[in-house]
């Protein structure tokens, strides 16, 4: 196990090296000048260049590169112009609302499409699976945007039963998690009603009926340890999912998360800020990947660390 | 087609059977129209007794026994007949009935045990199941007595593999397993579908030693399903063959290996090396069963049968006889002739015959 994870951290590091890299070069790449979204329109030539000049803009780019790669080594990502302090800690400020946003979506979407899913897989082809299945088309369809639209025109606006932004009150998490979770739902049941229906078919599943194993515990303990590890790999992509997702869920919400501050430092050139966003989420994906992974080990006996 | 009058019961009445079919027919059904596989099966278990079911796949020995524990799979039905267990008619039972009579009433060991076994939790834990479950005992007393239970089917250190995975055991010894598991509970009536198929051969013999003396300790009535005749001959007193889901042959094992009257059965024991003749040919059953969809008129055997005339082809015999041996065939008489004749000295009773493996209960442990 020791080994497995060392690798598998190594290619954490890695890939989040790629990741900086990536984001260096598009950010630099994107047209717009932050000298001129400092200063203004009006802003003379001398003005500018010192500005460039304070930032290393006015340096080559291979030399900007390895300025930037021996700050960020030191956990430095440069500061915010706009809001003046570390990038890094203005992101990670906002990553906890994010996190908790996407963590809840998770806890609805499993809630709800797992036991959803078995539902369905008890009595294929009857009238429950059939709208599982169109629900989740219906909910893959629909963009986030507008589904977070409708959630606060119905229990905002109609029913005033939750507020429609953070500053509503604990409950304020509601509305924009159900927004993200709701598409996801459908597709969740729809995997773990062909996972279990895979498993119902298979041998040993009737030989815990011959044991006179109840028809619950065949299915919430026999088959779901089995469809267990499918499910978790795709809630880890999920999750990570939601992180990216909630970049537009929260504009429509105003959450105070990262995606809102990811948002505005793009529309600002606040390159520092979108580098720290966009780092932060990559670090999180990979974790995640790597939390999976030793799930995965963990719930299949059979792949042992060597052979993984 | 003609129909088979309802046989009377092969083993003489008197005896309480643990577990019985009677006039047992089950279908496949697709919407409205039901192809029907098992027809007319009438079978009695006895405490003590080994009845062997032999046939080719797809004779429907398998469904047959699947009928004894409610577990017939999606779309298969029983269509007529009754499933009697310990006195009782299992038409009425309901799904918590069924559930309650599994296990402690009537237990099965399957064919394939790496299929059977749970690949995701420890064998130990799936032993212990029942006891949890059914018995509500706490996780120490059950983990206890499954040990115990696997120390008693021959698994060597019970204690320290409680916890290992089925992928970590060998063939021979998840058999071993599955046969606790469907001991735990002390049913009356054993199921053994094809029990050994799947193992090594080195391992047969062990696992058909283990259930002999199983079934002889506890008095198990029990159904040996098999297509190899070797293994019956080792261990069942009676055997019914099955052919195109009907019973064409039942008796004593001695009987019906030593004077076949069927066929069917006749081409059996022809088809089986016997190891006295090195370098003699088998001889294969030429053609394959027929489709149940489309079944031959008359008997379902006679296009495949040396013997059929044109009363085969219009007429299906009825299962008959007496003193416990029954054949359904209209050329009996001429079978028998056949097999004593002077050419079939090579095709006797297998050398594994009944008088010696039936009751040798001695463990290789």
Known sequence: MGRFLLRRAGQAVLVAWGAVTLVFVVVRVVPGDPATLILGPDASADQLASVRADFGLDKPLWQQYLTHMGEVLHGD????????????????????????LAALALVITLAAGFPLGMLCARRPGR?????????????????????????????????????????????????????LALPFVGWL???????????????????????????????????????????????????????????????????????????????????????????????????????????????????????? | MTMSAVHPAPTPPGEDAAAELRDVHIGFRSGRHVTPVVRGVTLRLLPGRVLA????????????????????????????????????????????QWREARGSRVAMVFQDPMAALNPGFAVGRQIAEPFRRRLGASRRDARERAVALMREVGIADAETRYGDHPHEFSGGMRQRAVIAMALALGPSVLLADEPTTALDVTVQAQILRLLARRQQEAGLATLLVSHDLGVVARMAHEVAVMYAGRIVEQGPLDAVYTRPAHPYTLGLLRAMPDGKEEGGRLTPIAGLPPDPRRPPGGCAFHPRC????????????????????????????????????????????????????AHSTEEDR
């Open chain 1, 189 to 308: 049941a729809r995997l773990v009603r062909n996972g279990a229906l895979e498993e119902i078919g298979k041998d040993y599943v009737r030989t815990a009926r011959a044991k006179g194993t109840g028809e619950g515990a065949v299915l919430y303990v026999h088959v779901a340890r089995n469809i267990a590890l499918p499910v978790v790999t795709v809630l880890g992509l999920l999750m990570g999912n939601f992180i990216a997702n909630a970049v537009i869920v929260e504009v429509v919400f105003s959450w105070p998360g990262l995606g809102s501050l990811m948002v505005d430092a793009i529309t600002n050139r606040d390159y520092a800020v979108v580098e720290a966003a966009i780092v932060t989420i990559t670090v999180c994906y990979i974790a995640l990947n790597l939390v999976v992974d030793v799930l995965c080990v963990a719930l299949d006996p059979r792949l042992t660390p060597q052979n993984a």
């Open chain 2, 53 to 96: 079911l032999v046939g080719e796949s797809g004779s429907g020995k398998s469904l047959t026994s699947l009928a004894l524990i409610g577990l017939l799979p999606p779309g298969a039905e029983i269509t007529s007949g009754s499933v009697v267990l310990g006195g009782d008619d299992t038409a009425g039972f309901t799904a918590r």
């Open chain 1, 77 to 100: 990502f440069g500061d915010s112009w706009r809001l003046g302090g570390g990038a890094m800690s203005a992101t990670l400020d906002r990553f906890p609302a994010t996190l908790e």
């Open chain 2, 306 to 357: 040396p013997f059929a005339t044109d009363v085969c082809r219009t007429e299906d015999p009825p299962l008959a006889g007496s003193g416990g041996r029954s054949v359904a065939c209209h050329h009996a008489d001429e079978v028998r002739a056949a097999h004593s004749g002077p050419d079939s000295a090579a095709h006797g009773a297998p050398q594994s015959g009944p008088h010696s493996a």
């Open chain 1, 127 to 179: 009238i429950l699976d059939a709208l599982v299945s169109a629900g989740s088309l219906v909910g893959q369809a629909l963009p986030s945007f507008w589904l977070g639209i409708v959630l606060i025109l119905l229990f905002a606006r109609q029913l005033h039963w939750l507020p429609s932004t953070a500053g509503g009150g604990p409950e304020a998490v509601i509305l924009p998690s159900v927004t």
